[in-house]
């Protein structure tokens, strides 16, 4: 039984309530380290030399208003697909990516899922059990975490089966629910391995986030048969207290679906089709907002501002953005810096009993027209 929200309540409770955040990441630690990627992800060398000296360097440019994050081995997704025999590929200058390894056949998919796993003993399981090992001693005083990972069910079915999954859920879906059940149940075996390797407990009391992405592919109306069963399966297995979601591109016909499944927290991340206004129309779930790299091109400082202004008074209770190379170089700089000033502004607003609605007021002409309209033209 997990601990479900009242909506109406949260939505009282965060009337006021508001977090903004801006964090490093490993993107911008090796933009500032100059590791080229690849060595990254293979070498354990140019691994802590992102972490110490990028990381470093993060800091010194922005100072403590922004989180740095701590070291991690490099952040794969794919562990489990990989741990089942999916080959992971690392392209020059690219991020990691995974071997579609199910794609010819559902039968063949379901038949290795119904077979035990030793997920330790996959090569790049070990490979990154040692890589652990040096980085925890390069970075003693510090908990490194094991970011040989995993997905959400319906992510994992994709790249398990890449597009032939989405033509299974309409010419087999009887066999594909077989197969989301029994990739779900896989997913937690292998989650409870990486808890084994983390020392972390299996589940958790407070709460705990599914990743999900490729959910907003399924229409709407297969949501019940396909999304939801394999979301309560997952949280089931991972935590007694409050579920929280990151899915991107949502459609605003999804998102009543993220009440059913009593979601506490949603994080849209980048998403097209949504926007604030959009998502508190549409659901009481809380959320947050997030200023992406990319969006900062077409940015101007005055812009930042208003976005931040703009996404808490149309209902976020977070705003937020993530630290990636571009964007600390001038002249991001200071348009990440604008950012924290909006976001520290529209706090205090809010903690000294200030209104939303109020937050609209300090939104320039400009801003009003263009979010949440025409910001992504």
């Known amino acids: 039984m997990h601990l479900r929200p009242d909506y109406e309540a949260l939505r009282r409770d965060t009337a006021t309530a508001f977090e903004w955040s801006v964090t490093g990441s490993y993107l911008a630690y090796l933009k500032m380290a100059e590791v080229p990627t690849r060595d990254f992800f293979l070498e354990p060398e140019a691994c802590i030399e992102v972490y110490r000296t990028g990381r470093q360097r993060v800091e010194e440019l922005f100072g403590p208003d922004v989180g740095v994050a701590g070291p991690t081995t490099p952040p794969i997704s794919y562990g489990h697909p990989n741990s089942l025999g999916a080959e992971l590929y690392f392209p020059e200058g690219g991020e990691v990516a995974v071997e579609h390894v199910f794609q010819d056949s559902l039968d063949r998919a379901i038949a290795a899922l119904k077979q035990p796993v030793d997920f330790g003993r996959a090569p790049r399981a070990q490979f990154y059990l040692n890589f652990l090992a040096q980085m925890q001693k390069a970075f003693p005083g510090e908990e490194v975490w094991y970011a040989y990972s995993w997905e959400g069910p319906v992510t994992t079915a994709y790249e398990f089966r890449g597009d032939a999954f989405f033509l299974d859920v309409l010419d087999e879906p009887e066999k594909t629910q077989e197969f989301l059940g029994l990739l779900t149940t896989s ?11 983390s020392g972390r407990p299996v589940i958790k009391p407070d709460s705990a986030m599914i990743c999900d992405d490729i959910a907003s592919m399924i229409p709407p109306r297969l949501w019940e048969t396909f999304v939801l069963p394999y979301w309560d399966q997952y949280f089931n297995g991972v935590t007694s207290g409050r579920r929280l979601a ?5 459609r605003p016909t999804q ?14 991340s980048v998403s097209r089709q949504i926007n604030p206004q959009v998502i508190a129309r549409e659901c009481r779930v809380p959320f947050g907002w997030r200023l992406v790299s990319f969006h900062y091109r077409g940015m101007t400082c005055r812009d930042v501002e208003d976005f931040v202004f703009q996404a808490a008074a149309d ?7 993530v630290l990636e190379g571009t964007m600390c170089e001038p002249p991001h700089i200071e348009k990440v810096k604008a950012f924290i000033r909006a976001g520290k502004e529209v706090k205090r607003l809010l903690d000294r009993g200030g209104t939303r609605a109020e937050l609209r007021e300090r939104v320039s002409e400009k801003g009003r027209q263009k979010f949440w309209q025409t910001w992504l033209d």
């Open 187 to 197: 997913v937690l075996d292998f989650y409870r391995w990486h808890c084994s390797i």
């Open 246 to 250: 990151h899915v991107e591109d949502l």
């Open 255 to 268: 998102l009543r679906h993220l009440e059913t499944i009593g979601l506490w927290y949603y994080d849209p």
């Open 315 to 321: 209902g976020a209770c977070k705003v937020f953005t």
